[in-house]
């Protein structure tokens, strides 16, 4: 099976950099990803590791760890529209994609 | 324009039936998911296909049914046996090891 722990809220003021956290247990990694999603609406994909290290999209940067079971999401410049919910997604040896209990992120004025 | 489409968008579904969710998408996806979606939490994994013809079980697919006759088209069914069926349904697809996109939605309640 697979897990993904993350935590369940983050508060940060507009400009701020915020990061998020996510652990993880699974058998036959392929990679880590991160979505996004606004109440009521679908989840939309921000980012993917597939190898260890940062990669960077804007102003959404996104690392990967696979030796320490690690990854986090980091948000720049925070904005008003960035409060949401952010979620960890994980695919194993079976390609099921498994979602962590997401992230609500407040930013604050 | 390439897409994913659930329908219908809300649902209701009077207690011991059936009822199924359509999901259809012309991406040209191999794989396929079902998650459900209480509020306030995350995405749980009812059912999964990475090719037609085939699905597997996801960590609550008690209570629930899936076919993939389609490449293009999985649906849900949720059956009398889902004693709790009231929740967000998000389908989704994508391409091994890329980027998943998801369906809009479908809002199911039991009156």
């Known amino acids: 099976g697979q897990s993904l722990e993350q935590p369940s809220e983050v508060t940060a003021v507009e400009g701020a950099i915020v990061q998020i956290n996510c652990t993880y247990q699974t058998s036959g990694f392929y990679g880590l990803s991160w979505y996004q999603q606004h109440d009521g609406g679908a989840p939309t994909f921000l980012s993917y590791n597939a190898l260890d290290g940062l990669e960077e999209t804007g102003r959404f940067s996104s690392f990967l760890s696979r030796s320490d079971s690690y990854g986090y999401l980091l948000l720049q410049e925070l904005q008003m529209k960035d409060s949401a919910s952010y979620f960890c997604?994980?695919?194993?040896?079976?390609?099921?994609?498994?979602f962590g209990s997401g992230t609500q992120l407040t930013v604050l004025p | 324009d390439g897409g994913i489409t659930q329908s219908p968008k809300y649902l209701f579904r009077k207690e011991g039936q059936n009822v199924t969710l359509s999901c259809e998408q012309n991406?040209?996806?191999?794989?396929m998911y079902w998650y459900r979606q209480d509020p306030g939490q995350g995405l749980r994994l009812i059912y999964y296909s990475q090719i037609v013809n085939d699905f597997q079980k996801g960590d609550i697919a008690e209570g629930y049914s899936v076919s993939r006759e389609k490449k293009e088209s999985f649906p849900l069914t949720v059956t009398s046996a889902q004693k709790n069926p009231t929740a967000f349904y998000l389908c989704?697809?994508?391409?091994?090891?890329?980027?998943?996109?998801f369906g809009q939605g479908t809002r199911l309640t039991v009156v």
């Open positions: 989704a697809s994508r391409t091994i090891d890329t980027e998943a996109f």
């Open positions: 997604a994980g695919s194993g040896s079976a390609r099921q994609l498994t």
């Open positions: 991406l040209n996806h191999d794989a």
